[in-house]
C-alpha cells in the first residue's frame, strides 16, 4: 500500500490573458467547491502568475505551478524566471522537460537537470516529463528512449531530491493529437518507469513517486486513465483551458 495522493496538473501553455486566467480560476474554484479528493496544480502562463496566487489564496487545496524555470539562480539571462522568483510569487510546482521545451527550445538533458535542481532547492516540486516519439513508439524502442530520459536526469540523485519530483509520461504522439494513449498503453509505460526507477534508486523511490499520464486526456478518457495501478495522476493541457471539462477531469478522481 502507498499514500500517493493522485495529482491533477492543467498546463495553460500560452493561452490566456489575465482576465481570462482569472475568470477561469474563478469557475473552477465554484465547480471544486466541496471536493477534496486529489491535488489540483494550475499552470498559468507567467504572466498570469501573481493574480492567479492571489486567487488561489481563498482555495488552498488548488495550488500554483509555473510551466519553465531557468537554473541559474539570478543574473543577465534577459526573458528568464529563476526558481526563486516562481517560489516568491507562490508556486509550489514547475513543469521541466516538456517534450514542447526539449522539441522548439532544443533543451537538452544536463540543462533539464540543472532545471530540476534548481526547482528542489528553491523548495518546488518538479513535474519532470519523459515520452517517446511516435517512430520509437512504432519501433518498440519506447521503453530504450524512456530508460534513457530517465537515467540522463535522474541519475545518482538522491532519494530526498526525488521524493520532491512528480514524473509525467507524455507520449509525444498524444499531445495534442487527440490520440490518447489507451489505458493498457499508459500503464504498461507507467509500470515501467517504476521498475526503471526501482533498478536506479531503489524501492522506497519507485513505490513512493507519483507518476502521471498525460496526451490528449479528455473528460471522456480520464477516469479510465487513472484507474490503472501505476497512474498517479494526468497532466492535461487542452482540456484545461475550459473549467467545465478540466472540473470534470478532476471529479473524475475516485
Ligand atoms: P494535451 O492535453 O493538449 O494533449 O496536452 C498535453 C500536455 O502537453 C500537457 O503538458
Redesign the pocket.
Same mark, same amino acid.
Given at each position: 500500500m502507498n499514500a500517493r495522493t493522485k495529482i491533477i496538473? %492543467?498546463?495553460w501553455?500560452m493561452n490566456k490573458t489575465v482576465a481570462e486566467a482569472r475568470s477561469l480560476v474563478c469557475e473552477l474554484q465554484g465547480r471544486l467547491a466541496t471536493f477534496s479528493g486529489c491535488d489540483v496544480v494550475l !499552470?498559468p502562463p507567467f504572466t498570469a502568475l501573481a493574480s492567479v496566487a492571489k486567487l488561489l489564496e481563498s482555495t488552498p487545496r488548488i495550488q500554483l505551478g509555473a510551466q519553465n524555470l531557468h537554473p541559474a539562480p539570478k543574473g543577465a539571462f534577459t526573458g528568464e524566471i529563476s526558481a526563486s522568483m516562481l517560489s516568491d510569487v507562490g508556486c509550489r510546482f514547475v /513543469?521541466v522537460g516538456? @517534450? =514542447?521545451r526539449r522539441r522548439y527550445f532544443g533543451e537538452t538533458d544536463a540543462f533539464l537537470r540543472d532545471k530540476l535542481l534548481a526547482a528542489v532547492s528553491a523548495g518546488l516540486h518538479p513535474i519532470f !516529463?519523459v515520452g517517446e516519439e511516435l517512430a520509437d513508439r512504432e519501433a518498440g524502442r519506447w521503453p530504450d528512449h524512456l530508460r534513457s530520459q530517465l537515467q540522463a536526469v535522474l541519475h545518482d540523485l538522491p532519494p530526498s531530491i526525488l521524493m520532491e519530483v512528480v514524473l509525467?509520461y =507524455?507520449p509525444v504522439w &498524444? /499531445?495534442?493529437? +487527440?490520440r490518447?494513449a489507451t489505458p493498457e498503453q499508459a500503464q504498461e509505460a507507467h509500470a515501467f518507469l517504476r521498475q526503471e526507477l526501482e533498478r536506479l534508486h531503489g524501492n522506497s523511490v519507485a513505490t513512493g513517486l507519483r507518476l502521471q499520464y +498525460? +496526451? @490528449? *486526456?479528455?473528460p471522456e478518457n480520464a477516469r479510465e486513465i487513472l484507474a490503472q495501478p501505476d497512474v498517479d495522476g494526468l497532466? *492535461? +493541457? %487542452? &482540456? @484545461?483551458l475550459e473549467a467545465g471539462s478540466f472540473a470534470s477531469i478532476v471529479l473524475s478522481v475516485e
Open positions: 496538473a %492543467g498546463n501553455k !499552470c /513543469i516538456h @517534450s =514542447e !516529463c509525467a =507524455e &498524444a /499531445i495534442g493529437t +487527440g490518447t +498525460g +496526451g @490528449s *486526456v479528455t497532466l *492535461v +493541457g %487542452g &482540456a @484545461s
